[in-house]
């Protein structure tokens, strides 16, 4: 699986846009970009993925460059309780996948009032 | 209703002893996994089973013994506890292939 880097820490205003960068220079055409987020001691929560498309859901959206090198993670209207570690994760999705997720150090974000 | 369970959520016990740690889910997925947060956050892959079959052993040593009695539990066994053993344990499911739904973690501290 292909590695990602993010930035360690962010910060966000309550009700402000977050943008949460990912470089994955290395991915691979049938590895998928995934997000995933650690709410303080929870278990991890899935958000979103995409391969090559712009995704949206109920949770963010997720912008994909044309050259896939790299994504943006967007959560539209942060409030406080979207504050966690969020990690970027590439991996490759279907038959043949073992399915393990390979988590780096992610990127804290702190939404503040 | 519960996705993915786990039993306890806190563990605390000697150097030296054997404990298990109880993974259930109920979403019908065929591949469950454990996952160890160490102190440092990092998270990292332990053990996958796809229908009661290991397919992921990530070099952890043999004192781990992972089962599956069925496609909803897959429990972790630890022998002879060690400090460094200390961590949050995580179970998760998917589908083959699919998004990972996480249990709320096992905090085990060994004295």
Excluded at chain 1, 65 to 80: Q, W
Excluded at chain 2, 14 to 31: A, F
Excluded at chain 2, 81 to 97: K, P, R, T
């Amino acid at each position: 699986d292909a590695k990602t880097t993010q930035p360690t820490s962010m910060d966000c205003a309550e009700g402000r846009a977050a943008n949460l960068p990912c470089n994955h220079s290395t991915i691979s055409g049938n590895e998928y970009v995934y997000w995933y987020r650690q709410i303080h001691s929870q278990g991890p929560q899935y958000i979103i993925h995409g391969l090559k498309n712009n995704e949206t859901n109920e949770m963010a959206s997720l912008i994909i460059t044309e050259d896939r090198k790299s994504s943006t993670l967007i959560l539209p209207h942060a409030t406080l309780r979207d504050t966690a570690v969020y990690y970027c994760i590439v991996r490759v999705l279907g038959s043949g996948n073992t399915g393990k997720l390979i988590f780096g150090q992610g990127t804290t974000l702190q939404v503040k009032p | 209703d519960t996705a993915v369970s786990q039993t306890p959520k806190y563990l605390v016990t000697q150097m030296g002893n054997d404990k298990s740690i109880k993974c259930e889910q109920n979403l019908g997925h065929d591949t469950m996994y454990w996952y160890k947060q160490d102190s440092k956050k990092f998270l990292k892959i332990m053990f996958s089973y796809n229908n009661k079959e290991l397919i992921i052993n990530e070099t952890v040593p043999n004192r781990f013994s992972p089962k599956s009695p069925d496609k909803a539990h897959l429990n972790l066994h630890i022998n002879s506890l060690e400090l460094g053993d200390s961590a949050v344990y995580f179970c998760a499911s998917s589908q083959v292939g699919g998004r990972q739904f996480f249990g709320p973690g096992t905090r085990l501290t060994v004295l």
